[in-house]
């Protein structure tokens, strides 16, 4: 019974420790060192919330540039991938269906990352020549004349993000925050 009862009171003591105060104490440190961040990264246009830089959204319209496929829909809620392996009868039919998109290019020349989706689902970033891709389709259907069209371009190479301490990962550009600034254009 002696043991029941210290079994118990550790149970106590270690559910306070790490279920309560750890939690409070990390949170604070987040809070104090990175707030934007420990808040969800949050984009606020004209006072409005339109998204988190760190979560992709879906971008239909052609006015917009579009993110990579997502097997979830962009739900965050469940993220995760198709799981599609390469003898799959879904990858093929997936891809195709991405393919349609571009249908007035030579499908090889479409990025890899316009045509599978994330791991997670919910990635907001594109490759530069993802981005590249699409900015003649953007400036046809907004109409933009040749220096508003130069104008993405350059948005878009000021949004190239590089590998993170210059060695993990590739540049990549996030979709969100480049459809949040393209709308600024006039």
């Known amino acids: ?6 079994a118990l009171r550790l149970f106590l003591i270690m559910t306070v420790l790490t279920g309560i105060i750890y939690p409070l104490i990390i949170t604070g440190i987040g809070q104090i060192v990175f707030p934007r961040q420990a808040n969800g990264s949050i ?6 919330i339109k998204g988190s830089e760190l979560v992709g959204q879906k971008f239909i319209s052609s006015r917009y ?11 965050p809620m469940p993220s995760g991938a198709t799981n599609f392996g390469p003898t799959s009868v879904g990858l093929p039919n997936a891809l195709q269906q991405c393919r349609k998109q571009f249908e007035d290019l030579d499908w090889r020349a479409v990025p890899s990352d316009m045509l599978f989706a994330s791991g997670s689902g919910v990635d907001p970033h594109l490759s530069p020549d993802a981005a590249r ?12 004349r040749v220096e508003q069209r130069q104008k993405i371009v350059d948005l878009m190479e000021h949004l190239i993000e590089t590998p993170q301490w ?20 006039k």
Do not use: C
């Open 43 to 48: 984009i606020t246009v004209d006072g409005k």
């Open 166 to 185: 210059g060695i993990f990962g590739e540049p990549r550009v996030n979709v969100f925050l480049l459809n949040v600034a393209l709308d600024q254009i």
């Open 133 to 144: 891709l699409q900015i003649n389709r953007i400036a046809h259907v907004r109409g933009f």
């Open 65 to 75: 540039f579009w993110g990579r496929p997502s097997a979830i829909d962009y739900n």
């Open 1 to 6: 019974m002696r043991h029941l009862f210290s």
